[in-house]
């Protein structure tokens, strides 16, 4: 969710203001991910690195990540209108008590709820991801609790900040026209995962951005399918056709002359 700032220093308002805006953007997207059925979203609400920012910065966006996340798990909200349990994801030794208590009890809240599940990366990098991941694979190693043959790609996914939640990623979406990830979901993401650049800020970004996106990758995955399916049956084909020539006779048939009656 990037561009914040620059939206704020382009309507000449405060920064406060523009993170604001940027919030209320994230509801805007959220609402229409839920409403045309996608089951998982992730948001980068802060990074690790952010907290090299200036202190009051910081506790704006704390101020306002814990607001919003009040009012999308109020009963007749967000979370209770379209079933959406709230995970928060990330390295939460680095937050204050407050802010820790807080995010924990909109995660009891909604933790009944089980038809979508919205991460909150918060404070979050890839790197500490794996970081944590692998320390807990040790650790457990250590307990006794896994045989070092039971280490593979499975376990390390499982022991991420999402626990047994962890997906590939079908669309990564990255505002404001910069082109570079800031070291965000790297695992997760593949060489089927659609990654998107657009140049709009993100207190910019509409409901209408966000189906188009859906609506785009969604028509591609379709033709992805239907080609995939065409193949598997010409591969049927084929198996079948091979099958009924292996039946033939393999003794050569009576040579004819055309010169002898």
């Not at 030794?93 to 208590?101: F, G, I, R, T």
Request: net charge neutral; charged share 30%; hydrophobic share 35%.
């Amino acid at each position: 969710m990037d561009g914040n700032r620059r939206y704020a220093k382009n309507h000449s308002i405060a920064l406060k203001e523009g993170h604001k805006h940027g919030a209320d953007a994230l509801v805007r997207v959220l609402d229409c991910c839920f409403r045309v059925g996608v089951k998982n979203v992730t948001t980068y609400a802060f990074s690790i690195e952010n907290f090299s920012r200036k202190p009051e910065e910081v506790d704006t966006i704390f101020s306002l990540l814990k607001y919003k996340l009040a009012i999308l798990s109020n009963e007749n909200q967000m979370c209770d209108l379209h079933n959406v349990r709230v995970k928060i994801i990330g390295n939460k030794s680095y937050l204050p008590k407050d802010v820790l208590d807080d995010i924990e009890m909109v995660e009891e809240k909604t933790k009944h709820h089980n038809k979508h599940i919205l991460f909150i990366a918060f404070p979050y990098t890839s790197r500490d991801d794996m970081w944590y991941s692998i320390n807990k694979i040790i650790e457990k190693f250590n307990n006794g609790e896994i045989l070092i043959d039971e280490i593979d790609e499975k376990l390390i996914e499982n022991n991420f900040y999402y626990e047994d939640s962890s997906e590939k990623v079908d669309i990564l979406v990255r505002t404001s026209g910069h082109t570079r990830l800031s070291d965000y979901m790297l695992w997760q993401c593949h060489q089927d995962s659609v990654i998107e650049f657009p140049n709009t800020l993100w207190p910019n970004y509409k409901f209408y951005h966000t189906w188009w996106t859906i609506f785009r990758w969604s028509y591609y995955k379709t033709l992805m399918i239907q080609d995939a399916e065409t193949m598997q049956l010409k591969k049927v084909s084929r198996e079948q056709v091979n099958k009924r020539y292996k039946d033939i006779p393999k003794i050569h048939p009576p040579f004819a002359s055309v010169n002898k009656a």
